[in-house]
Structure formats: C-alpha cells, structure tokens
C-alpha cells in the first residue's frame, strides 16, 4: 500500500533521508529512531507535508509529490500536539469542521457516532480547552479519522501523554481498521505491531518484527 522507491530529503547540507526504499503493506508499522533521525521527515512524505528532493513515495499507487491533495484525503495525520491540531471551540464544532461541505444531517450523524465512540459525548458542548491532555489527543484523532482516511499516520502521538492516556490511546490505535504508521520515543507502544523500522542517520538501519526492531533499537541508544 505504501512505498518509499529511493527516496532522499535534504534540509540545507543536511541529507534527513538517504535513499529509503521500502514497500509497506503490513497494517501497523512502527518507527523508531533518535532525535533528528530522520523518522518525521519519512513520514511526513506521505502526504506531501514534505516533498522529496529524490525518488518517489507512493500510497496506494498514487504519486505523492504529483497529487498532493489525493493523497491528503487518504492519509490523515496526527501529531503530538493535539493543541495544535484542534481548531474549533466546542468538541462538537471541532468533529463537525471535519465534515465540512457535507449536508449538515449527515455531518451530525457522524458527528454523533464519533462522540460515542470515543467517549466524549459527555463533553460535546464543551470548550475544548477546558479538555484533559489525553481527552484532547482522543478528540484530535476522532477528528482525522471523521474523514476517514485510508491511512494513519501518527508522529510521537503520546508524547504529551501521562502512561495512564498512551496506554488508553495505544488501545484506541489497536482498534482501528486503517493501516498505521506510527513514529514514538515509547517502543512500548508498537510491541503488538506488524513491523517495525529503526532510522539512523536517515537510512532504515533495522527492519523486523517488534521484538527484535525494539531491542536493536535499546542497544542504538546506549
Ligand atoms: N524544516 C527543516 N529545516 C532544516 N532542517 C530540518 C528540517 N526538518 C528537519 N530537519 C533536520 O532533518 C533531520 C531529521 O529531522 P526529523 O525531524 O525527521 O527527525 P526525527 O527523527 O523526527 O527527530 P525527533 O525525534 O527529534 O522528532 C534533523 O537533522 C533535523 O534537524
């Protein structure tokens, strides 16, 4: 579903990436990595928040850099820090701004459903300020999944979080039927996942199941 065909981004005289090539069709995919490895930039093209210098990054068959807006409906993003990602003033208004341009029974409708799926239909009038730090993540992942994208992609979506809310979202991710992508300082939180790759230096320096990925990446960072 996702591929990477020799892909490298360069910041300045810095190379982020240096020709990543990856085909991606597990569900969960897990990235690991440290600071300024590269893995927010890898996961960034795809969905053209940033375009490669080289190479080509596809999700299901569709040409990333060429068709931007294609891909931005099939790949919706979550970042760390949901203050950021909410723009409405009320729960509700916020999942509704999701909707936008839909016929407004079926923009509540859905609305309606996201709220009891995700346990905020007691707070759908509320400010969403006024939100918990783990409430406010859940909000913004109901918003991006109201679109329904055919792929996640989450960049360290629990940094913020206290053990008590990454766990809470880690099962909130479990229970998703979109294909994954999940960048995290918390390895932890892609123990039950398909595949997981460690960058180092902009290239993918381990590749493999949970188990084995996590432990490489533990012996990287001592
Ligand atoms: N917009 C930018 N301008 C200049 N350099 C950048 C930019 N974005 C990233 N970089 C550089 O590219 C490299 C990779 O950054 P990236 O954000 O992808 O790393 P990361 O693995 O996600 O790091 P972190 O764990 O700290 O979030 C780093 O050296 C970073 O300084």
Known sequence: MISFENVSVRHGDRLALAGIDLALPERRIGILGANGSGKSTLVRCLNALTVPDTGRVRVAGIDVARHPARARRLVGFLFPDADAQIIMPTVREDLAFSLRGLPRAEVDRRVDAALDRWGLAGHADHPCHLLSGGQKQ???????????????????????????????LGAALAELDQQQVVVTHHPELLADFDRVLVLDAGRVACDDAPAAAIAFHDRLMR
Do not use: F, H, K, S
């Open 138 to 168: 859940v909000l913004a992942l109901a918003a991006v999944l109201l679109v329904e994208p055919a792929v996640l992609v989450a960049d360290e979506p629990t940094t913020l979080l206290d053990l008590r809310n990454t766990r809470r």
